[in-house]
Structures are given as structure tokens and as C-alpha cells.
């Protein structure tokens, strides 16, 4: 069976592949989920959030993970999974799922900031400190789950928590293991966070046939679950 290692986005954990995974599952994809560091199980009132790293993101990846490993990131997940495919041996391949591609020397904050359109001020909460923010509440249904069933909101609301800015903020050069590994796109043309446009940008250099379109908002893997694990299955195909 194909090993898929799904890595959720922004302020997000394992929890939000529970449709996808049943899904895959019946295509023959054996995926596996982890909860990046201060998020999930991970997440505790006495968890540092300002003291967790990019680097450390990318380790909590790679543990995950052997050569035949296929690693899927969502949304912010897009820099942890690169900077993952730069240690150690070449993995089998990744996807981005309406994700940030890191452009050399940029933060994805920077990237965020470069986007033509900016989709999220005023609809984020900085913590006291400085060191997180959460999407704020009256906005977080319409920006990431327009699509979804009444069901899929009532579970992912309240499980929404905290996300650390310091790995956010911090610049990453993709190295050449990285390049050398195959990738996929899964662009979603009715995203409210990452502009369709720019994710199209992001990849315009790829290879046509490694892009691919959902007409989805940004989490597919609820409003979508069955069509989101038809396209990844044919994307693994070939890797």
C-alpha cells in the first residue's frame, strides 16, 4: 500500500483528516496523521509556543517518515514539508494541498504579505505575548470550512487552537534534495485563504500535468473527502 503521511495547516492537528482517512483507506492508501508540535495532543496550557521552531516542525515530519513515504501538507503545512524533504534521503514524493511552496529566502509570512489579495486581516487574534495567534472566531466558518455540512463546523470549531508565529516568520531555502523530489499541486479554485491566483503562481514553473484543480474551498478533505482521496490516489500513481 501506498504510505501517505498527511501534515494539517494553520492552528489545525490530526483531527481534521478524519474524513479523508476512511477514504484513501478504501483506495489503498495507508495514511497516517501527526499532530506538529504545539498543536493537538501536542498542545498543553503549559506548552512554550514561542520556543517551537521551523526546524523543529520539519524534524517532527521527518520521524514520521521513511524513502517510501509520500508526504502530504495543507496550507501553512507547505514550509514544514519542504524543509522535512531536505533531511536526510530523498523521500518518495510530496503534494501541497492549496500550499504554500517556499520561495527562497522568504518567511511564509513574507509570502503571505506578497499574495495579490490579503484575506486575512482583521480576521486573526494575536495572543498577549506575541508568540500565536488563532483565527478569530465570527470569521473562521466563512474562511475555511463556506463549503462544509452544519456537522463538519460544529466538530472543527472548537478544536481550532493556537498557532506559533516564530516558525511562520522564518525564512527557508529549499535545498536540492528537495527539487530532486517528485511534487504535486492541488490547487483549490474557491479558497478564502490562499488565493487561488497565487497558489496557480506559486506553481507556474511545474510541470502542467503535476497541477491539478479542485473546485473546493480550503479544506477539502471535509466539504470533499471522496473526491479529494480519488485525486490524491491518482496523484500517488505516478510518484
Not at 498543536?39 to 498543553?44: I, N, P, R, S, Y
Not at 484575506?119 to 463549503?147: I, N, Q
Amino acid at each position: 500500500m501506498t504510505d501517505l503521511l498527511l501534515v494539517h495547516g494553520s492552528c489545525h492537528g490530526a483531527w481534521c483528516w478524519r474524513d479523508l482517512i476512511p477514504a484513501l483507506t478504501e483506495r489503498g492508501i495507508s495514511a497516517r496523521t501527526l499532530d506538529l508540535p504545539g498543536h493537538g495532543a501536542d498542545q498543553t496550557e503549559t506548552t512554550d509556543l514561542a520556543a517551537i521552531s521551523l526546524e523543529d516542525t520539519a524534524k517532527a515530519i521527518r520521524a514520521h517518515t521513511s524513502a517510501e513515504t509520500i508526504v502530504l501538507g495543507h496550507s501553512w503545512g507547505g514550509y514544514p514539508i519542504t524543509a522535512a524533504a531536505d533531511l536526510g534521503e530523498q523521500l518518495r514524493g510530496l503534494i501541497y494541498l492549496c500550499a504554500y511552496v517556499p520561495k527562497p529566502g522568504l518567511s511564509m509570512i513574507d509570502m503571505r504579505k506578497a499574495s495579490p489579495r490579503q484575506t486575512l486581516t482583521g480576521k486573526t487574534r494575536k495572543s498577549p505575548d506575541g508568540a500565536s495567534y488563532r483565527f478569530a472566531s465570527e470569521f473562521a466558518a466563512d474562511l475555511l470550512y463556506h463549503d462544509c455540512s452544519a456537522e463538519v463546523v460544529d466538530y472543527a470549531l472548537p478544536r481550532l487552537c493556537a498557532q506559533a508565529i516564530t516558525p511562520q516568520d522564518t525564512p527557508y531555502h529549499p535545498g536540492t534534495t528537495w527539487a530532486e523530489t517528485p511534487k504535486a499541486y492541488i490547487r483549490c479554485t474557491q479558497d478564502r485563504v490562499i488565493p487561488p491566483e497565487y497558489q496557480a503562481q506559486m506553481v507556474a514553473d511545474w510541470h502542467p500535468e503535476t497541477v491539478h484543480a479542485l473546485a473546493r474551498s480550503h479544506s477539502p478533505f471535509f466539504s470533499a473527502p471522496q473526491e479529494l482521496a480519488g485525486l490524491i490516489a491518482t496523484i500517488t500513481k505516478d510518484m
